[in-house]
């Protein structure tokens, strides 16, 4: 029971992504095309490549953290994190609630980094396979940033 825990942990970002994706933000591709983007864009296609081996890097950084530390810390962190990953698609594809989402990153962007402290405390390993998600997170923000300055006047930007 203990490794079905485990497993469950493991996969539970990768699952929740999926799930984010394919039911509440389903157009966010064609959203992200018809948008102006800042330099350094990265091609529509980058985001399903990238999400899933960050979100499998998460969930296992998350089990590997939990077997040297505390539950309820490395649980908090994790948790809060996830959420704010879940809710920023939320908020910027769902709503189009756009410059909330762009304050959001930076919450998000806050989450990421002190949760990887926080495992990388209990286990180097671990928060070794955050960095990775660190560093997409900043670079998000910039591209939510860029996105929300380039087309905030547009109509299609922010109305559902």
């Known amino acids: 029971m203990k490794y079905l825990k485990l497993i469950v942990e493991a996969i539970l970002p990768f699952v929740g992504g999926n799930l984010i994706g394919k039911y509440a933000v389903k157009n966010a591709r064609k959203d992200y ?9 990265p091609p529509g296609y980058i985001f399903p490549i990238v999400w899933p ?7 296992v950084a998350f089990v590997l953290a939990k077997r040297k530390g505390n539950d309820t810390t490395l649980n908090s962190a994790h948790y809060s994190q996830l959420g704010l990953n879940f809710l920023w698609s939320l908020l910027y594809f769902r709503y189009k609630l756009r410059g909330a989402a762009v304050v959001e990153s930076y919450v998000l962007f806050t989450a990421v980094t002190t949760t990887t402290v926080t495992y990388y405390q209990s286990n180097k390993v671990s928060g070794s396979l955050m960095l990775p998600y660190v560093a997409w ?7 939510a940033t860029g996105n929300w300055l380039l087309n905030k006047d547009k109509a299609h930007y922010t109305s559902q």
């Open 137 to 143: 997170s900043g670079y998000a923000s910039y591209l």
């Open 53 to 59: 081996i960050l979100y499998i890097s998460m969930g």
């Open 33 to 41: 095309r018809k948008n102006d983007k800042p330099p350094l864009s």
